[in-house]
């Protein structure tokens, strides 16, 4: 059965700081999503990483997979309040038909 | 605009009763998957669907039924053999095989026992 982990499961940050959000997965896959959940919303496609060495940036978010690892991380660079939310990874399994989400991370960023 | 839609946004659900749990979406995708979110947790997989007429259970199928009769749509039916419907649904949809676009949400239905 494919797990997805993901730590540290809360994490309260102050402004300015720069913390990085850890994802690991059981199984063979070279295709993980990253998601954001505001408290009682739907889910917001953050980054679709595709290939081993994958990055992207967006804004003070960054992304990257390790496939061989079985390892993506999310990377957050002088936090904002704004980023307060609760985000999840994704692994495509199910010959690439399935979603199997993370635990899910949520984030606090004090003011 | 392009999206999908969830209907009701809140249920709730009386003991012995089952009830539906609509999924639109104008999105002309293929794929359509339900998840149930338990409070703190992730998603769970609960069906889905890659073409009309054909679906296949997801890791938490017992209690619930669906069907797609049209690309469009996706209802989902929490039956009264769900004992625990308690949790906040979700929809989303995909184009089929194409593992470079993210799966949509929809804004959710939070379901609660009266």
């Known amino acids: 059965e494919l797990k997805v982990e993901q730590n540290p499961l809360f994490l309260s940050m102050q402004e300015g700081k720069n913390y990085t959000i850890y994802c690991n997965y059981s199984t063979t896959s070279d295709r993980l999503y990253w998601y954001r959940q505001d408290p009682g919303k739907s889910l917001e496609s953050l980054f679709v990483l595709l290939s081993n060495g994958a990055v992207k940036q967006e804004g003070r978010l960054m992304a990257s997979l390790d496939t061989k690892a079985r390892l993506s991380t999310l990377h957050i660079t002088a936090a904002v309040h704004d980023l307060s939310a609760t985000y999840f990874c994704?692994?495509?399994?199910?010959?690439?038909?399935?979603?199997?989400f993370g635990t899910g991370t949520q984030l606090k960023v004090e003011l | 605009d392009g999206g999908i839609t969830q209907s009701p946004k809140y249920l709730f659900r009386k003991e012995g009763q089952n009830v539906t749990l609509s999924c639109e979406q104008n999105l002309n995708h293929d794929a359509m998957y339900w998840y149930r979110q338990d409070p703190g947790q992730g998603l769970r997989l609960i069906y889905y669907?890659?073409?009309?007429?054909?679906?296949q259970k997801g890791d938490i199928a017992e209690g619930y039924s669906v069907s797609r009769e049209k690309k469009e749509s996706f209802p989902l039916t929490v039956t009264s053999a769900q004992k625990n419907p308690t949790a906040f649904y979700l929809c989303a949809s995909r184009i089929r095989d194409r593992s470079n676009q993210p799966q949509h949400f929809g804004d959710g239905t939070r379901l609660s026992i009266l």
């Open positions: 994704a692994v495509l399994t199910g010959g690439g038909n399935k979603l199997t």
């Open positions: 669907s890659q073409i009309v007429n054909d679906f």
